[in-house]
């Protein structure tokens, strides 16, 4: 099944005396980039919330997560105060003071804004109580966040696989003229080199025209590239079948699969091969433009 890179999740709960609320949201990128916006007081748990979206099998998209918790019920808790950063606070106050001449209104309120100032420090068995409330509701959240991707990459694959098969159909008709094509060049091949050598009175092995006009022939023969085309579809739909992140190896296929259709245009002289080359290279451009929104 693929997944979309790009979805949002809410959700909001108590747990453990806290009104707590978590949002997920991502766009895509070629990684996966997280950034986390936590309440102040609970930001010591801010380094755990990346390895676990990892352990809910997030693998890419630029991810934001915004978790916010208000305290309803206030538990011991130990307040230290970093006194030479309040301190330092204090000096430029007084300098500006000095400096504009300005009224002395300094005082402990005035430093308290500083927040950073201040370093809130918990029992660790309280930390991990803190984590499995938030946790409970974050898991909430991406669980809405998971099923939003997997809603909007059923539709892109939908799509993918409708474009796909319309290639199929096209490369059928491909295979049909370039037979046709193949076996026409042959005789018209032989039947120049016969006037040419007729006009100049050269006589040759017969036998080695044949060979020269299959050498020739075998030049514009697209074989090789339509078998490689039904090798690709294959890699496809196994691709669609997997649970695995796959929207970088489809990015890949569709480079090959270009591959292949530019080199049956080259080697084909056939207008309506040329058409149907023309019509596969803009299907797989709105497929490629369309990967890049899977996971």
Known sequence: MMKSMTAFGRARGTAGGKDITAEIKSVNSRYL????????????????????????GLSRGKIDVYI??????????????????????LNAL????????LRDDISVMSLARYS?????????EDAERDWADIKTVLDE???????????EGANIEADLCGKINGIRNIVDRIEELSLGDVADYRV???????????DNNISIDESRILTECAIFADKIAIDEE??????HFKAFDEYADSSEPVGRKLD????????????????????NIAHYVVDVKTELEKIREQIQNIE
């Open 33 to 56: 980039d997280c950034s986390v916006k936590i309440s102040r007081a609970f930001s010591f748990l801010e380094e755990r919330i990346k390895p676990y979206l990892q352990l809910r």
């Open 68 to 89: 916010g918790v208000e305290v309803l019920e206030s538990a011991g808790a130990e307040i230290s105060v970093d006194t030479s950063l309040a301190e330092g606070y």
């Open 94 to 101: 007084r300098e500006l003071r000095d400096t504009f001449s």
């Open 116 to 124: 950073d100032i201040f370093t809130v420090k918990k029992p660790e």
């Open 141 to 151: 959240a991406i669980g809405q966040f998971i099923s939003a991707r997997e809603r």
């Open 188 to 198: 018209k091949l032989e039947e120049r080199i016969h006037k040419m050598l007729s």
């Open 226 to 231: 339509l078998v490689r085309l039904r090798s």
């Open 252 to 271: 890949f296929l569709m480079q090959e699969m270009n591959r292949e259709i530019n080199t049956i245009g080259s080697k084909c002289n056939n207008s």
